[in-house]
């Protein structure tokens, strides 16, 4: 048992530059690593969390470049720090298929290696879907699942990405969405995320 199973679902979509990407898998590694979210991810009644890395593109472009990864001590969010920071760009850019990201971040959810109290879903991205299906239908059917989804906006190119984020991205328990400006401040937005993430108290 974990006390929260999260999935990062990354947009590498062609709106992403390769130095962009590398400031996103930096960005996230320094997040982990922070010790104020080392130890919300350990403090909760069952001291342990599950992480898994999705990477996004088009309707057809999905990949899981860091599978489920049991965070149980220090070392282990170390070593997941290490791989998130390495983990490669093996999608090619294309467009933004935020819809089909959410369903294959549900569905691997549902293949966790145990259960969690909570489930989390993390959209980090800097652009509204331009491909595939609705994400705000298929938000709905996830959050019907007791799934919560976040988003983390970059708003260097679509300022008013926030709003459609909590329009159509967000949903389910405690969800939220916060913003940075560019990617040069993603580090700071990714461990401000994961804290608030980490520290929610479960619903009962």
């Known amino acids: ?9 990354i947009d590498c979509s062609a709106s992403v530059t390769f130095d962009e990407f590398n400031l996103i898998a930096g960005g996230t590694a320094a997040a982990l690593r922070d010790p104020l979210v080392g130890a919300a991810l350990l403090g ?10 999705l990477l996004f593109s088009g309707r057809d472009a999905q ?3 860091v599978g489920w990864t049991r965070l149980a001590t220090r070392a282990d969010i170390a070593h997941l720090a ?6 490669p760009r093996a999608l090619r850019p294309g467009l933004t298929a935020t819809g089909e ?3 294959a971040a549900a569905a691997l959810l549902a293949s ?17 879907a331009n491909d595939g299906s609705d994400p ?3 938000r709905d059917r996830i959050v019907q699942a007791g799934i919560t989804i976040n988003a983390l906006c970059v708003l260097h190119e679509e300022p008013d990405f926030l709003d459609y984020a909590t329009r159509t991205l ?22 401000r995320k994961l804290l608030r993430e980490a520290r929610e108290v479960p619903m009962v």
Request: aromatic share 4%; with cysteine; proline share 4%.
């Open 1 to 9: 048992m974990a006390d929260l199973a999260l999935v990062l679902a």
């Open 44 to 53: 909760g009644r069952e001291h342990a969390a599950l992480a898994a890395t």
């Open 63 to 65: 990949d899981v470049v």
């Open 82 to 87: 290490d791989t998130v920071e390495n983990m």
């Open 101 to 103: 990201a959410l369903a």
């Open 112 to 128: 966790a290696p145990e259960p969690a109290s909570r489930r989390i879903i993390d959209v980090a991205g800097d652009g509204r």
């Open 136 to 138: 705000a239908a298929i």
């Open 170 to 191: 967000i949903g389910g328990p405690g969800a939220f969405a916060m913003a940075c400006a560019d990617y040069a401040s993603f580090r700071e937005g990714m461990r």
